[in-house]
């Protein structure tokens, strides 16, 4: 069922007392969004970003910017592999100062002694953000915490995240606007409107294209 953004709170309580993962909804509404009538589309979306992670490893690696992945568990790369994501398609606007890297518009590793609930709301910037704790992971839009689940599920996180954009209709950090929207037309398959596609966007797709021979 496709839902609005308005009944999102209701749907996900609901859901929930039937059983139903809040990923499995969101993922559901992506598909109602991209590709209705596709009933294999978080297969295909799966094997999309397989397909992307795997040459992003490559690329990282040409860049400087990821080492020698075969040593590292599936946890330890894909965290290695977000922090590294929006340096490979970097976008112009630096991110806020007291946000640091802007990583961290995605992803962050809690520390020992930081409370999740007062890191988000100290939080510079409203957008979907995976929290990463010692043995699992929390998904927050904004301040707001909206599940978490196992460690060893990290590897498909990216896609949780583009997922909330979509159902949630957020605008993209600036500071992290060129990986999403790479991310949106290489691994979701939606095409950039042209006034939506810019310099930094255009640049990096293009020397992407050219690493991996497309």
């Known amino acids: 069922m496709c839902r609005s953004a308005s009944t999102w709170p209701h749907a996900f309580a609901t859901e929930k007392m039937r059983g139903v993962a809040p990923f499995d909804l969101v993922m559901d509404e992506l598909r109602c969004i991209l590709d209705r009538s596709n009933p294999d589309f978080i297969s295909d979306l799966k094997t999309s970003w397989e397909s992307f992670y795997g040459k992003a490893q490559f690329y990282g690696v040409f860049k400087k910017l990821l080492g020698p992945s075969t040593t590292?568990?599936?946890?330890?790369?894909?965290?290695?592999?977000?922090?590294?994501?929006?340096?490979?398609?970097?976008?112009?606007?630096?991110?806020?100062?007291?946000?640091?890297?802007?990583?961290?518009?995605?992803?962050?590793?809690?520390?020992?002694?930081?409370?999740?609930?007062?890191?988000?709301?100290r939080r510079p910037v409203f957008s979907p953000v995976l929290i990463i704790c010692d043995s699992s992971c929390m998904l927050a839009i904004g301040s707001t915490p909206v599940i978490t689940f196992p460690k060893e599920n990290i590897d498909t996180a990216v896609l949780y995240l583009l997922a909330y954009y979509y159902t949630f209709h957020l605008t993209y950090p600036k500071c992290i606007a060129t990986l999403l929207s790479v991310l949106q037309s290489e691994v979701q398959q939606d095409a950039i409107h042209d006034s939506y596609a810019t310099s930094s966007y255009k640049k990096a797709l293009s020397e992407w294209k050219k690493f991996i021979g497309e």
């Open 72 to 121: 590292q568990d599936k946890v330890t790369r894909s965290i290695a592999m977000m922090k590294a994501l929006p340096e490979m398609f970097p976008s112009p606007v630096a991110p806020p100062k007291n946000l640091g890297h802007a990583s961290e518009a995605m992803v962050h590793i809690l520390e020992p002694t930081e409370n999740p609930n007062t890191y988000l709301q």
